[in-house]
């Protein structure tokens, strides 16, 4: 694709080629659903389209009184990489590049670079950012790991519960018959019979059933879950809401994205009182993301996502070992935890048709629910 965006910026703008009537190349390359951007001999911003707009988050009016040091540190492999199109005038891609600075942070992005021979030192870069992608094909690897802790909890459920309801019915009645220091012994039999107990009931939720969905208002399902927090384990902290008043509908099921955002502030609000953090706040934002769509598993029909529900902490970040693993059963970073909380979310995410991203770093956590919106189809009665 990078071949075909340099042909087309070395007719910027549109130029009569051949008696051939002119064409407005900026205005193709503007349509482009990727950031194009070309550098000038001094790194300075030439041309942005509309993607790399939004990809930088600045105005191509604005980019056009800057230098690419400007956005981006100079130890920073893309200055390599450029120099190296330069100096031998060929196409070079970099996968998984990070771009981090105070001004941007995009990991993950897949960058290709083409150089333009009528103008030396001009180079062209196509932006990609393979994150959602990524996310998209872990979210499915999860969800293969959650239906395998489905099956394992109906063997579970039908091969322990009722032996363990067996042995705990044993222990109640040892603890009226036995002195005191038997008794002891009864009672832990008897609570870690319901521990088991409890443990396959939270396996058991991860059951591949139909979901009953309708119209649900995203907001209002996030100010339960806040007050559900302030009134309990975050009653310590600072809320901050970032709303947008315009949001359609989510199509999905209230209950299980309570269940999804009170999952997600838990751990925002366990992450945010460790390390001595004298500020703990966790941020709660919605808006809209055009052009937001993934496909649905198993077939090729694409849904759109356009819908975000962002929920963010200024805890220590994830640890860098767990963050491949993040939503996988089992895993988890704390001593106490069962490491089924996020499996869920991710499971219910799915079932919803939704894609969850995860972006994190020292000092701020954020994780991302994209979410499909109520259609005109769905909204018939």
């Known amino acids: 694709m990078s071949s075909v965006v340099a ?5 910027l703008p549109g130029r009569q080629r051949n008696g051939a009537p002119a064409v407005d190349y900026s205005a193709v390359l503007s349509a482009l659903p990727v950031p194009v951007v070309l550098l000038d001999p001094e790194n300075r911003f030439r041309y942005v389209n509309l993607a790399a707009e939004q990809f930088l988050g600045m105005s191509a009016a604005s980019l056009a009184q800057h ?14 990489l450029i120099e190296q199109v330069r100096q031998t005038e060929a196409t070079i891609a970099n996968y998984d590049m990070t771009l981090d600075s105070p001004r941007l942070h995009k990991p993950g992005i897949t ?30 690897a999860f969800r293969s790991a959650a239906r395998s802790v489905s099956g394992m909890a109906a063997v579970l459920a039908h091969e322990v519960k009722n032996p363990l309801s067996g042995i705990r019915g044993a222990a109640q009645l040892l ?15 008897r609570d870690e019979a319901d521990r088991i107990r409890a443990l396959v009931d939270r396996m058991e939720v991860f059951g591949e059933k139909p979901i009953q969905r309708n119209a649900v208002n995203i907001h209002r399902v996030l100010e339960h879950v806040r007050r559900l927090a302030q009134s309990g384990f975050a009653a310590h902290l600072h809320f ?18 309570v269940q999804v955002v009170l999952n997600l502030v838990k751990n925002a609000a366990e992450a945010v009182t460790h390390d001595g953090n004298m500020h703990p706040e966790i941020v709660l934002s919605t808006g809209f993301q055009h052009g937001m769509r993934i496909t649905v598993p198993g077939s090729s029909m ?4 356009p819908l975000y529900v962002s929920v963010r902490d200024n805890g220590p970040g994830i640890p860098d070992d767990i963050r491949p693993h993040l939503f996988e059963p089992f895993v988890t970073s704390r001593a106490n935890g069962s490491g089924l909380g ?15 991203e995860v972006d994190s770093r020292p000092g701020r956590t954020e994780f991302r629910l994209h979410l499909p919106v109520v259609t005109d189809e769905e909204s018939d009665p």
């Open 7 to 11: 042909r087309a910026a070395r007719l």
């Open 67 to 80: 230098r690419l040091l400007d956005l981006v540190p100079e130890d920073n492999p893309l200055f390599l």
């Open 111 to 140: 960058v290709q670079a083409s150089p333009l021979p009528e103008e030396p030192g001009v180079v062209v870069l196509v932006l990609q950012d393979s994150s959602a992608a990524r996310a998209l094909e872990g979210q499915l």
């Open 175 to 189: 603890e009226a018959s036995v002195g005191p220091a038997d008794r002891e012994l009864a009672e832990l039999i």
């Open 240 to 257: 901050q809401e970032n709303y947008d008043p315009s949001l359609p509908p989510v199509w999905g099921n209230r209950d299980q994205l």
């Open 302 to 305: 694409r849904v759109d996502v």
């Open 342 to 356: 996020l499996a869920l979310v991710a499971k219910i995410v799915g079932d919803h048709g939704g894609l969850i």
